[in-house]
């Protein structure tokens, strides 16, 4: 006994008669299995040692079904794959032809004799094999096979309607064209209640069971096949049933109630290939002050040709096709959304798996944000189209240690009584816009501020658009021998080192002493400059047109501590709203004078200048008081 012979016997236990014959019709290798099914059995049969060992190529392989003469024979395919050019499985109905299958066979696949008499044949060629299939068989009284190619609605019915069948096990296959999903409407009829009823299947799953008075009601195949069944064992029968078939339109209506959770939208028979000539629209809606988030787990559809439409009232339409980032969100901009997805007569592809759910429109505007060098965009939600009323967003943005963030707002448009956005760094507000504005660019001080949004209840607008990134300390010192420019026009930084060259002097010698001069100047009058030698004051600054001031530190190191007030106005000293500028005239030791020039926003500051005793340079360092 060969190893095929040995599986195909352990696989399928019901054979009757199995023969293993010589080549034939010019196949390699041909195997006949003889089977016979009673009127109550349910049986299964499979290739050779499926679903581990792939059937023999260049091999013909018939499975020849009988069953006493009053029946006919219903056939499913629980599974199934086969080369898809070029090996394929036929079901004939004694002579007739009526089913033809290669590639994947989708569960549930089935067909109905008309005969007591059924062969199926398996046919490969000499390249590539798979698996191969499962098929589960079982007797019927009645029924026939349907093959849907029009919208239009049909109608079904029982045989001999109104007068019900008794004692019988009748199935309809229902199949469309292309796979389309097919669509089932009861219209009327009852069977008796206890022992008799209808039911509907969507391939291998159940989806509906009636018995007794049959009320209006629709069942929809979402795998293309539809199998009716009606099992009557009461002699005094009822009417049994009416019904009209069609193809369904592809998508549905649907309810995103927070009640019932998150829901699914696919194409047809996804992660599948979808059909062609595909008109898909799923109507989604929420209640009336709530919005809809739909998310696309995965998608992958034909570039050129097959499309994703998403239709959101005041936003537009969007369109997707080819591969899209999983992950990828959108919300709606009320309570309703549309998705189209049509396909062309050419191509396919797996298609789009998405959820959707309801939410508040608050709870999708909390985000955080790592800022690194290159730029990232934040907007306020659904940027450029309208955004919504009664919005609360916040963006946490963080960066890392000695770097600040950048924010340039390429364009503000809200309203601008009530709709606002705030920057908020160490707890304080740095900056607000509303109305219509742009700013070049706003700096932070240190390396985490947020971003927030809040609109009110009545006018919306565009909203805003940012570009956010992340720098180094741009404040650092511009020098040349004998100066030190510390620029802080775009903000404050938290931390900041200089040096700079100063004239050679011998290590041998000591560099000690430290003489500070600042030239007289006009200061706020809540202002003040204060320089520390240790514990000792050496110099205090404050009013109005204060002389020339000087001082000696006693060692190498003094502290200058700057207050600059907020709302000075004093137009002599504050420029452009924002910046003091003070001159300082450091000595070290000999007559050469070392001026530096330190510029300084709203803050408080303390400067400490180290004169280092065996090394040319001068250490300058800034932070907060």
Request: some cysteine.
């Amino acid at each position: 006994m060969g190893f095929a012979t040995f599986l195909l016997m352990i696989s399928v236990p019901l054979i009757q008669k199995h023969v293993e014959s010589t080549p034939a019709s010019g196949y390699n290798y041909t195997v006949s299995v003889d089977l016979q099914l009673s009127a109550d059995d349910v049986k299964t049969f499979s290739t050779p040692g499926y679903p581990l060992v792939p059937y023999s190529n260049d091999a013909s392989y018939e499975w020849r079904i009988q069953a006493p003469d009053d029946l006919r024979i219903l056939i499913t395919f629980i599974a199934g794959r086969t080369e898809g050019c070029c090996d394929r499985v036929q079901i004939v109905d004694r002579s007739e032809t009526i089913g033809e299958f290669s590639g994947i066979i989708i569960p549930g696949t089935s067909r109905l004799s008309q005969t007591n008499s059924l062969r199926v044949i398996l046919s490969s060629d000499k390249t590539v094999s798979f698996v191969g299939f499962e098929i589960k068989i079982k007797p019927a009284t009645c029924g026939g096979n349907v093959e849907i190619n029009t919208k239009n609605s049909l109608e079904l019915a029982s045989d001999d309607w109104p007068k019900g069948p008794n004692n019988t096990k009748c199935f309809w296959v229902l199949y469309g064209r292309e796979r389309k999903q097919i669509q089932l409407d009861f219209v009327e009829g009852s069977t008796a209640p206890v022992d008799d009823y209808i039911e509907v299947f969507d391939g291998l799953s159940s989806i509906g069971k009636l018995s007794g008075v049959i009320e209006p009601e629709s069942f929809i195949a979402e795998s293309g096949i539809l199998i009716l069944s009606y099992h009557s064992y009461d002699q005094e029968a009822e009417r049994g049933f009416r019904a009209s078939y069609k193809e369904a339109p592809c998508g549905f209506n649907a309810n995103a109630s927070a009640n019932v959770g998150t829901r699914t939208i696919s194409t047809p028979f996804y992660p599948s290939l979808y059909p062609n000539d595909l008109s898909c629209e799923w109507n989604l809606n929420a209640a009336a002050d709530k919005l809809i988030e739909l998310t696309f787990v995965e998608s992958d559809t034909e570039d050129c040709c097959d499309f994703i439409q998403i239709i959101d009232g005041f936003s537009g339409t969007r369109q997707l096709s080819g591969k899209i980032t999983p992950g990828l969100v959108f919300t709606s901009a009320n309570n309703n959304l549309r998705l189209l997805f049509n396909s062309d007569s050419r191509g396919s592809g797996p298609g789009f798996l998405a959820v959707f759910r309801e939410i508040d429109p608050s709870s999708n505007c909390i985000y955080s944000k790592f800022v690194g060098k290159t730029p990232i965009n934040i907007s306020s939600p659904l940027y450029p189209y309208i955004y919504h009323n009664n919005m609360s967003c916040k963006w946490t943005l963080r960066t890392g240690r000695q770097k600040v963030i950048t924010i340039n707002f390429i364009e503000v448009k809200t309203q601008e009584c009530c709709d606002v956005i705030r920057i908020i760094e160490n707890g304080t507000e740095s900056l607000r816009l509303s109305g219509n504005t742009s700013l070049s660019s706003w700096t932070s001080k240190t390396n985490n501020v947020e971003v927030i949004f809040t609109s009110d209840s009545s006018v919306a607008n565009k909203g805003f658009l940012a570009s956010v990134q992340s720098g180094k300390i741009e404040s650092v010192c511009h020098h040349s021998p004998f100066k030190i420019t510390i620029n802080s026009s775009r903000g404050y930084l938290s931390y900041l080192l200089c040096s700079v060259l100063r004239p050679r002097f011998s290590p041998a010698r000591n560099v000690g002493k430290i003489k500070i001069k600042f030239p007289g100047r006009s200061i706020q009058q809540d202002d003040y400059i204060r320089v520390y030698n240790g514990e000792q004051e050496l110099l205090k600054i404050s009013g109005q047109l204060f002389p020339e001031s000087s001082g000696t530190s006693t060692n190498n190191a003094i502290e200058i501590v700057i207050k600059v007030h907020q709302s000075v106005t004093n137009r002599a000293y504050y420029h452009d709203g924002k910046l003091y500028t003070f001159q300082m005239f450091v000595n070290i030791r000999t007559a050469k004078k070392l001026p530096n020039m330190i510029i300084v926003n709203d803050w408080l500051y303390m400067v400490s200048l180290n004169s280092a005793k065996s090394k040319d340079q001068v250490l300058v360092t800034t932070y907060p008081y």
